[in-house]
């Protein structure tokens, strides 16, 4: 009885209820540690879905991430020894390649010029923060 009172499903399900009758379904997380500031574009406070909205949406955003990086383990083994073959037809599968069509600033040329000009380092600027999601306890957010 003490482990079903206890599981991830019931600490959301109590925290979506007490969000509910506090009027507060959502805390800002900023305060902690490690955690990158909101981008632009966000919903404004009474434009926020409802929690179940948000739980769904983050359920399934975890399980579509899962499902990715299982795909991209996959796809790096079998790379490692597809990568090593010449081009050609092996049993029932062609293996080639295609030029990309996509292109890179290339680096090390650009800071020779800057270097060469003497116009400093070159310029950079931060990638957009990554989006990640994870089910928490409420003793978990109870300790903040």
Known sequence: MLQLLMSPRTARTF???IGRLTGNPARPL???DG???????LYEADE??????IEAAAREYERAADQARRAD???RAAKKV?????AGIYGTWRVFRTPS???T???AEITRIFKANGLGPVPMKQCAPSLKVEAVDVPALAAV
């Open 15 to 17: 925290r979506g209820l």
């Open 30 to 32: 900023a305060q902690f």
């Open 35 to 41: 955690i990158a500031a909101d981008p632009a574009g």
């Open 48 to 53: 926020i879905p409802a929690v179940e909205t």
């Open 73 to 75: 383990r996959g796809k």
């Open 82 to 86: 597809l990568d090593k073959l010449p």
């Open 101 to 103: 069509s996509r292109q």
């Open 105 to 107: 600033p290339d680096l």
